[in-house]
Antibody, heavy 115, light 110 residues
Framework: QVQLQESGPGLVKPSETLSLTCSVS????????WSWIRQPAGKGLEWIGR???????NYNPSFKSRVTMSVDTSKNQVSLRLSSVSAADTAIYYC?????????WGQGTLVTVSS | QSALTQPASVSGSPGQSITISCTGS?????????VSWYQQHPGKAPKVLIY???NRPSGVSNRFSGSKSGNTASLTISGLQAEDEAEYYC??????????FGGGTKLTVL
């Protein structure tokens, strides 16, 4: 079955760009949506955006000016870039398969924004 | 856009059924059949229980069911078990071509 694994720096400095990768195994990427969601410690879920396997995107208006998602089907990877980060962007970041009858999430990766 | 409204907490005894509500508007829950429900145990990643209002991903117990009426979606858990104690979130597609989550509901199994 499809499995997802997030990876990237666990510490990012304020004003810099957060970059994460989601590696997908066990299935095709091209005909599905892939989402990024984050969760600050002790708080609820926040949808960041999604990307289709062909590259079309939808973003949360709250992030629209700072977020970029991309997909590389040859590497089975989805990427997230969030620019101009601040302490408010400290959270666990999850990637998830968000279409089809199987919708697994990755285990998440903690990103801390601090100097 | 405001988060969907869920009760902060619900509780039930083993074997009972409970329902968690998720209230939005005609711009999200009421306007689309794209409501999902998620279960999250402490320290774990969320797991999809229901998608598209009432569909269960493969492997999810049929004790979990979803429905929608107007601007309110509901998750029902029947035959409550101790392992169901967790945080539950709803989510919906919106007219802004984005998704939104509820604030979460803590389920306590008495």
């Amino acid at each position: 079955q499809v499995q997802l694994q997030e990876s990237g720096p666990g510490l990012v400095k304020p004003s810099e760009t957060l970059s994460l990768t989601c590696s997908v195994s066990g299935g095709s990427m091209s005909s599905f949506y892939w989402s990024w969601i984050r969760q600050p410690a002790g708080k609820g879920l926040e949808w960041i955006g999604r990307i289709y396997g062909t590259g079309s995107t939808n973003y949360n208006p709250s992030f629209k000016s700072r977020v970029t998602m991309s997909v590389d089907t040859s590497k089975n990877q989805v990427s997230l870039r969030l620019s101009s980060v601040s302490a408010a962007d400290t959270a666990i970041y999850y990637c998830a398969k968000s279409s089809g009858s199987s919708r697994p999430w990755g285990q998440g990766t903690l990103v801390t924004v601090s100097s | 856009q405001s988060a969907l409204t869920q009760p902060a907490s619900v509780s039930g005894s083993p074997g009972q059924s409970i329902t968690i509500s998720c209230t939005g508007s005609s711009s999200d829950v009421g306007g689309y059949n794209y409501v999902s429900w998620y279960q999250q145990h402490p320290g774990k990643a969320p797991k999809v229980l229901i998608y598209d209002v009432s569909n269960r991903p493969s492997g999810v117990s049929n004790r979990f069911s979803g429905s929608k009426s107007g601007n309110t979606a509901s998750l029902t858990i029947s035959g409550l078990q101790a392992e169901d104690e967790a945080e539950y979130y709803c989510g919906s597609w919106t007219s802004s071509s984005s998704a939104i989550f509820g604030g979460g509901t803590k389920l306590t199994v008495l």
